[in-house]
T-cell receptor, first 114, second 117 residues
Framework: KNQVEQSPQSLIILEGKNCTLQCNYTVSPFSNLRWYKQDTGRGPVSLTI?????NTKSNGRYTATLDADTKQSSLHITASQLSDSASYIC?????????????FGTGTRLQVFP | DVKVTQSSRYLVKRTGEKVFLECVQDMDHENMFWYRQDPGLGLRLIYF???????EKGDIPEGYSVSREKKERFSLILESASTNQTSMYLC????????????????FGAGTRLSVL
């Protein structure tokens, strides 16, 4: 069964600190993996997208890594800010020619305190 | 910037009512999606559409229907709302897939929080 699991479920850090969120997936065959940020009460906003041939992708202070062999991804946030408080959702796309159906993780809720 | 607009941020309806959730996108995207999001379950796909007047069931279509009469608009319909349909509903759109292994971002609306009493 295609699944995406994220850890931890929730995380609290102090402003300025770094953190790493984990994503394990069992989706096969695999097309690409995406990370979204979702502020409370808002829709998800895309951060990165990586195909199976990419190992890392950065977007400002966000760096996503992908190990397609172990089916693991991580999202590293550097020098956290209060505005980073949100849920981070890992999303995997099964390989397909003509569909964009996605498999969503349940997210990691990050809280950044001053 | 891509804009996906959902007509209501919050809705309160009574059991048995017919409910319409509207979604409009301004980027001429072919693909549109409706999800519901519940705590601990992540986003689950209800219906999606790849073209005008075209629709396909997602993972949890029971109790829902959709309408896509125009490319920019995708409506989700709850024929007879029930309390277990209380949830956050998210609409998304994306450009067409281009080639094997190529994925595009899905752009999401702000969501509609529906409460069915």
């Amino acid at each position: 069964k295609n699944q995406v699991e994220q850890s931890p479920q929730s995380l609290i850090i102090l402003e300025g600190k770094n953190c790493t969120l984990q994503c394990n997936y069992t989706v096969s065959p695999f097309s690409n993996l995406r990370w979204y940020k979702q502020d409370t009460g808002r829709g998800p906003v895309s951060l990165t997208i990586m195909t199976f041939s990419e190992n890392t992708k950065s977007n400002g202070r966000y760096t996503a890594t992908l190990d397609a062999d172990t089916k693991q991804s991580s999202l590293h946030i550097t020098a956290s800010q209060l505005s980073d408080s949100a849920s981070y959702i890992c999303v995997v796309s099964p390989e397909s020619y003509n569909t964009d159906k996605l498999i969503f993780g349940t997210g990691t809720r990050l809280q950044v305190f001053p | 910037d891509v804009k996906v607009t959902q007509s209501s941020r919050y809705l309160v309806k009574r059991t048995g009512e017919k409910v319409f959730l509207e979604c409009v996108q301004d980027m001429d995207h072919e693909n549109m999606f409706w999800y519901r999001q519940d705590p601990g379950l992540g986003l689950r796909l209800i219906y999606f559409s790849y073209d005008v007047k075209m629709k396909e069931k997602g993972d949890i279509p029971e109790g829902y229907s959709v309408s896509r009469e125009k490319k920019e608009r995708f409506s989700l319909i709850l024929e007879s709302a029930s309390t277990n349909q209380t949830s956050m509903y998210l609409c998304a759109s994306s450009p067409p897939i281009s080639g094997k292994g190529k994925g595009k971002f899905q752009y999401f609306g702000a969501g509609t929080r529906l409460s069915v009493l």
